[in-house]
């Protein structure tokens, strides 16, 4: 069964602190990568994704993450983080033979100190 | 465009009680999902549907039961309320499967005590 492991689940940072967040999945087949982010009091929104091409992907507020195939992961990366990142983010995967029903991560949450 | 939206956002219900979870979109998609979040764990698929008349179970769905009688709404039905179902319930719509973005309401909380 498909699975996705968030390592951190509490993070600590100060302001323009840069941002790596962990998420390792287990599927051996053709995959669909998502972070999405919970701002405080707020729903879930797409940060960014993944489903072919390059690797390094792009997203909303100079969010980042990179697809490492050989190594099951997708990690998100912010080079100078804000108090206004301080949300829950969610990794997800899924695939095209699975209803497009997404399995996610267990969060982490982020903490940014101004 | 409203979007998703969810009623109502927050509930409190007694241990036995029944209620059922609103869930509308108007973005006319074809496939609706149930999730609920706790902490520390993530959301989990409680059920889905993709398409009107359409709906299966996903990870977590004991306790539970939907149905879908139109493009737009997709309610969850908690018959018998326990304790182990406070949480917060998101639903979710996409257009397609596979890379389409899913849209998230705005949640309801639970709490049953």
């Known amino acids: 069964a498909q699975s996705v492991s968030q390592h951190n689940h509490h993070v600590i940072l100060s302001e323009a602190a840069s941002l790596e967040l962990g998420c390792n999945y287990s599927y051996g087949g053709t995959v669909n990568l998502f972070w999405y982010v919970q701002y405080p009091g707020q729903h879930l929104q797409l940060l960014l994704k993944y489903f072919s091409g390059d690797p390094l992907v792009k997203g909303i507020k100079g969010f980042e993450a990179e697809f490492i195939k050989s190594k099951f992961s997708f990690n998100l990366r912010k080079p100078s983080v804000q108090w206004s990142d301080t949300a829950e983010y969610f990794c997800?995967?899924?695939?095209?033979?699975?209803?497009?029903?997404?399995?996610f991560g267990q969060g982490t949450e982020l903490s940014v100190k101004p | 465009n409203a979007g998703v939206t969810q009623t109502p956002k927050f509930r409190i219900l007694k241990i036995g009680q029944s209620m059922t979870l609103q869930c509308t979109q108007d973005?006319?998609?074809?496939?609706m999902y149930w999730y609920r979040q706790d902490p520390g764990m993530g959301l989990k698929l409680i059920y889905y549907s993709v398409g009107a008349g359409i709906t299966d179970k996903g990870e977590v769905p004991n306790g539970y039961n939907v149905s879908r009688s139109t493009t737009e709404d997709f309610p969850l039905r908690l018959e018998l309320a326990a304790p182990s179902q406070t949480s917060v319930y998101f639903c979710?719509?996409?257009?397609?499967?596979?890379?389409?973005?899913?849209?998230f309401g705005p949640g309801t909380r639970l709490l049953v005590l």
């Open positions: 979710a719509s996409t257009d397609r499967v596979g890379h389409e973005t899913q849209y």
């Open positions: 997800a995967v899924n695939s095209y033979n699975q209803g497009g029903k997404l399995i």
């Open positions: 973005m006319n998609h074809n496939y």
